[in-house]
T-cell receptor
């Protein structure tokens, strides 16, 4: 299956700063990337779908000006949390669909906003 | 909208025994895919098994098998010969039209 990496694996930042999370498809051309957030002991919630070379599609209730997504190449999608606040602290996961519609997930990024 | 329901928040099983995790879903679509993913403490999502809705035969992967009942919209996961490494959160997922919908998860504890 496809190999997906995320960087950083964890990050701590101060309230009001911006944080960028990278998601890379290492052996597969990912035209589509999904971004999820997962609160402790909860399920994955889809935030947005990014498509290479076009604007991301955000789920209802997700602020697109706060969670900026860029998918500039077939191997890289980035999620930038702008002006982060403590309530943005969460586990962020990206994934990309493989050849058989199976989702391949990155290892996740734990964001803590102080 | 599609919904996925996992009614068992937590389950326990003795090592080497068999356990079944339940999942139901609601959809008006006829063609879709169903998955079980495992999330161990590392939080990396790992594919356990995949089922295509148009296939009547239940999918199997070594110790993992599913009971897919399309009319009842039920998709349970059976784990045979449970191992300590099976301890994890298990998520049932529905996939259609390029979107995944996840259940709330079942925490499985395998006891020695």
């Amino acid at each position: 299956g496809a190999v997906v990496s995320q960087h950083p694996s964890w990050v701590i930042c101060k309230s009001g700063t911006s944080v960028k999370i990278e998601c890379r498809s290492l052996d597969f051309q990912a035209t589509t990337m999904f971004w999820y957030r997962q609160f402790p002991k909860q399920s994955l919630m889809l935030m947005a779908t990014s498509n290479e070379g076009s604007k991301a599609t955000y789920e209802q209730g997700v602020e697109k000006d706060k969670f900026l997504i860029n998918h500039a190449s077939l191997t890289l999608s980035t999620l930038t949390v702008t002006s982060a606040h403590p309530e943005d602290s969460s586990f962020y996961i990206c994934s990309t669909p493989g050849y058989t519609d199976t989702q391949y997930f990155g290892p996740g990024t734990r964001l803590t906003v102080l | 909208a599609q919904t996925v329901t996992q009614s068992q928040p937590e389950m326990s099983v003795q090592e080497a025994e068999t356990v079944t995790l339940s999942c139901t879903y609601d959809t008006s679509e006829n063609n879709y895919y169903l998955f079980w993913y495992k999330q161990p403490p590392s939080r990396q999502m790992i594919l356990v098994i995949r089922q295509e809705a148009y296939k009547q035969q239940n999918a199997t992967e070594n110790r993992f098998s599913v009971n897919f009942q399309k009319a009842a919209k039920s998709f349970s996961l059976k784990i045979s010969d449970s191992q300590l490494g099976d301890t994890a959160m298990y998520f049932c997922a529905f996939y259609n039209f390029n979107k995944f919908y996840f259940g709330s998860g079942t925490k499985l504890n395998v006891k020695p």
